[in-house]
């Protein structure tokens, strides 16, 4: 069964630590995002990557790292230096172009102990 | 540049209603479009796209929007509203100029009462 998979579903974060999300799809498509979603604001894209080994910052990347390293997989780092972490975290992919509609995967919710 | 506006955030209807959920673009070439809906801790699932074809889309669940070039909208209508309808629900737009990257608006929360 063809699809997005994100984990962990929950996560939490103490002051100072980095901590990675994972995100992982077996659609063999090439383009992969990650946007932030905070109540009342939609999504805000955070990077994304068209091709294996080369990603693009969005409109909030700071404080944010990423790899795509292999198709499959494109891993967010989230740093210390994101102060306010704490949100809702979706991972999608697509064939590349803009015609081409999202798969989402289900999210991991991150919040700070 | 390209962007959504959802016009309403909120919107409520009774079960068995018309659903209407609105959406202006801004895009300065042919848009294509895409309306998705979220249901709580969930991800977003495609309920319909418009890419230059029939200005009138069909979608899952009896959802149906129309791409509407001079009035630059694309709204979002069910002629009946079931419980299950409930979630958040967001307009997409893109177009060649924008690569691969899509532009959601803020979304519109349907709360359906029975």
């Known amino acids: 069964d063809g699809g997005i998979t994100q984990s962990p579903k929950y996560l939490f974060r103490k002051e100072g630590q980095n901590v990675t999300l994972s995100c992982e799809q077996n659609?063999?498509?090439?383009?992969m995002y990650w946007y932030r979603q905070d109540p009342g604001q939609g999504l805000r894209l955070i990077y994304y990557?068209?091709?294996?080994?080369?990603?693009q910052k969005g409109d909030i990347a700071e404080g944010y790292s990423v790899s795509r390293e292999k198709k499959e997989s494109f891993p967010l780092t989230v740093t210390s230096a994101q102060k306010n972490p704490t949100a809702f975290y979706l991972c999608?992919?697509?064939?590349?172009?803009?015609?081409?509609?999202?798969?989402f995967g289900d999210g991991t919710r991150l919040s700070i102990l | 540049a390209q962007s959504v506006t959802q016009l309403d955030s909120h919107v409520s209807v009774s079960e068995g209603t018309p659903v209407l959920l609105r959406c202006n673009y801004s895009?300065?070439?042919?848009?294509?479009l895409f309306w998705y809906v979220q249901h709580p801790n969930k991800g977003l699932q495609l309920l319909l796209k418009?890419?230059?074809?029939?200005?009138l889309v069909k979608g899952i669940n009896g959802f149906e929007a129309e791409f509407k070039k001079s009035e630059t909208s694309f709204h979002l209508t069910k002629p009946s509203a079931h419980m299950s309808d409930a979630a958040e629900y967001f307009c997409?737009?893109?177009?060649?100029?924008?690569?691969?990257?899509?532009?959601f608006g803020t979304g519109t929360s349907l709360t359906v009462i029975p």
């Open positions: 895009s300065s070439y042919s848009p294509s």
């Open positions: 990557s068209q091709i294996v080994n080369d990603f």
């Open positions: 999608a992919s697509s064939i590349y172009g803009s015609d081409q509609p999202q798969h």
């Open positions: 659609l063999n498509h090439d383009a």
């Open positions: 997409v737009v893109s177009d060649r100029n924008t690569g691969n990257q899509f532009y």
């Open positions: 418009y890419t230059s074809a029939a200005t």
